[in-house]
């Protein structure tokens, strides 16, 4: 299975500016820049991107853990952090934080621990992020 996304960068980098857009259509054109990146401009970037399907994924790997004990949630809700620091190789993403939330009858604290950590290390986007530290909160709800 593939799936694509495709960039058009134009001009410099701090002046310049690009486009992004993904093969669904959801993403069309979308401008990105360097004030959007690494400054305070409205918008997308990058890390913004990676932040959400890490949220996504994590949260279909943390339903597909549950589902496995038989337990089926009213909600897995998913905030993802990247953190990008200018490393003496450059620019490089040094961390990344999950906070979950998930609310679930008939499910054990030891139970929810060890799904929780295994979608983590399963997520596909987890496995991205090989030289960032990841790091993780979550709490069963009610």
């Known amino acids: 299975m593939d799936r694509r996304g495709s960039a058009e960068w134009r001009g410099s980098l701090k002046e310049g500016g ?3 857009s993904s093969e669904s259509g959801t993403l069309t054109n979308v401008s990105y820049n360097f004030g959007k990146r690494f400054g305070d401009e409205k918008g997308t970037n990058p890390e913004e991107l990676l932040a959400a399907a890490h949220a996504a994924c994590f949260s279909m790997a943390a339903a597909g853990q549950l ?6 949630t009213e909600y897995i809700r998913t905030a993802v952090t990247v953190r990008i620091e200018k490393l003496d190789a450059g620019f490089t993403i040094t961390k990344v934080h999950l906070q979950a939330r998930v609310k679930a009858a008939r499910l054990d604290q030891a139970s929810f ?9 399963g997520c596909p986007v987890s ?4 030289g960032a530290e990841i790091s993780m909160d979550a709490q069963l709800e009610g």
């Open 18 to 20: 690009g486009t992004l």
């Open 67 to 72: 589902s496995e004990l038989g337990i089926n």
């Open 113 to 121: 621990d060890t799904a929780m950590n295994n979608a983590k290390a």
């Open 127 to 130: 496995k991205l992020f090989k």
